[in-house]
């Protein structure tokens, strides 16, 4: 532990306070649009369709998504992360439309690509999209949720991302080995440089709600996801999570939830010091914009200084539903 032996008057902390300049002079962090990941929901149908719970937040068609990738380049954002809404017709009890080749995810993919190849494009790997009940995963008849079967669909979703032009596929599933699993898919089929980006440590939270809106998945979601996402009771647990992700060939681990989450954040950034991102997730935002738009809040204020916290906390990026309004300030 360092030594602190100022005392008053000699040392007075305000000093370094009193103007603009040296506030930013003696700053320790800084945020700038290259932190922030565009987490983005694509449809498809036609143009944005606004989601209710997520005020600012369109569903975007194939070719909005191309265009976004466009803005994103323009402020300056180094990646997005696309999320799809499908409908009723699009699911199924095994969520097959997960492993279509040439489903909304791929299409988007190629698009975004096309229209602007120097932005990231990070894919959610999971099946609750795609699902009629909602998991995550497959789903037995006696409730549970399989583990090394769902892998086995999970590898093959990650497989058509990576086929469509994804630069990262991000596991948002709580599997247990399915990182592994995937890293030696990509390995057997030559996508030796794709990137593993694994939501290692991922919650079962109350802050998803608006995201399972957005996605289509809150009317439909049975029970609840707490036999594979962790206990917010747990830390230690996050840790031997981060430890198994890395072992079995992840490139860099999200924590998710955000901001109720930053000890988790600035535990596994120390431990392991790997790329560490965290998600604000759609419940963070939802709370921020609430209020803001109630008159209780400022909300660009709050926006920045919750995206600040991320980076004072540890983490590598943010993925964020601000990251548009974000890197347009900060621009
Ligand atoms: N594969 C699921 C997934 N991927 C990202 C989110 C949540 C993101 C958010 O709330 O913004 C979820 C929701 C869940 O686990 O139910
Ligand atoms: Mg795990």
Known sequence: MTQFPQSFPATRMRRLRQSPWIRG??????????????????HDGEGRVP?????????????????????????????????????????????????????????????MKEAAPEIGLITDVALDAYTTHGHDGLLDAD????????????????????AAGADIVAPSDMMDGRIGAIRQAFDDE????????????????????????????????????????????????????VALDLAEGADMVMVKPGLPYLDIVHRVSTTFGVPTLAYQVSGEYAQIKAAAMNGW??????????????????????????????????G
């Open 25 to 42: 002079l003696v700053a320790e962090n800084t945020l700038t649009p290259a932190d922030l990941v565009w987490a983005i929901f694509v």
């Open 143 to 162: 409730g549970t949720i399989p583990n090394d079967a769902t892998v086995e669909k999970l590898v093959q979703q990650a497989l058509a991302h990576a």
């Open 51 to 111: 989601v209710g719970s997520l005020p600012g937040i369109d569903r975007l068609s194939v070719k909005e998504a191309a265009l976004t990738a466009k803005r994103a380049s323009e402020l300056g954002i180094p990646a997005i992360a696309l999320f799809p809404y499908i409908g009723p017709e699009g699911k199924d009890e095994t969520g097959s439309g997960a492993l279509n080749p040439d489903g909304l995810v791929p299409r988007a993919l190629r698009a």
């Open 297 to 330: 809040i400022d909300g660009d204020r709050v926006m920045m200084e919750s995206l600040m916290c991320f980076k004072r906390a540890g983490a590598s990026g943010i993925i964020t539903y601000f990251a548009e309004e974000a890197a347009d300030k900060l």
């Open 190 to 241: 030559g996508f030796t440089n794709m990137m593993i980006l694994a939501y290692a440590a991922k919650y079962a939270s109350g802050f998803y709600g608006p995201y399972r809106d957005a996605i289509g998945s809150a009317k439909s979601l049975k029970g609840d996801k707490k036999t594979y996402q962790q206990d917010p009771a747990n830390s230690e647990e996050a840790l031997r999570e």
